[in-house]
Nanobody
Framework: QVQLVESGGGSVQAGGSLRLSCAAS????????ISWFRQTPEKEREFVAG????????LYSDSVKGRFAISMDNTGNTMYLQMNSLKPEDSGTYYC????????????????WGQGIEVTVSS
């Protein structure tokens, strides 16, 4: 089993920044993708950004490209999402998720999920 715990959410004004963290524990895998998804009451859970194990590849949704940056520490145990130039439409519940299938954006392919953390961006 893998446990994922998010932290770092909160409230910020438009144009501000937040950094989310996702701490992973439990089983380790040689190949995986770990990503952030976000969900609002109006929209289904959508892919935001992902990074491959070993930090070889990253992928971003078009809506956050150039504003958000995903990274991982040297141990591979903590993943970060630096969110800059935040917009009200970035508000939502952010989830950390991991899959071993080496797929990126399909929510149902992710096997492990965190509990989610709230991000609120006010205009």
């Amino acid at each position: 089993q893998v446990q994922l715990v998010e932290s770092g959410g909160g409230s910020v004004q438009a144009g501000g920044s937040l950094r989310l963290s996702c701490a992973a524990s439990g089983r380790t895998f040689s190949t995986y993708i770990i990503s952030w998804f976000r969900q609002t009451p109006e929209k289904e859970r959508e892919f935001v950004a992902g990074i491959s194990g070993g930090r070889v590849e990253t992928l971003y949704s078009d809506s956050v490209k150039g504003r958000f940056a995903i990274s991982m520490d040297n141990t591979g145990n903590t993943m970060y999402l630096q969110m800059n130039s935040l917009k009200p439409e970035d508000s939502g519940t952010y989830y950390c998720a991991l899959n071993r299938r080496i797929v990126w954006t399909i929510r149902d392919d992710y096997e492990y999920w965190g509990q989610g953390i709230e991000v609120t961006v006010s205009s």
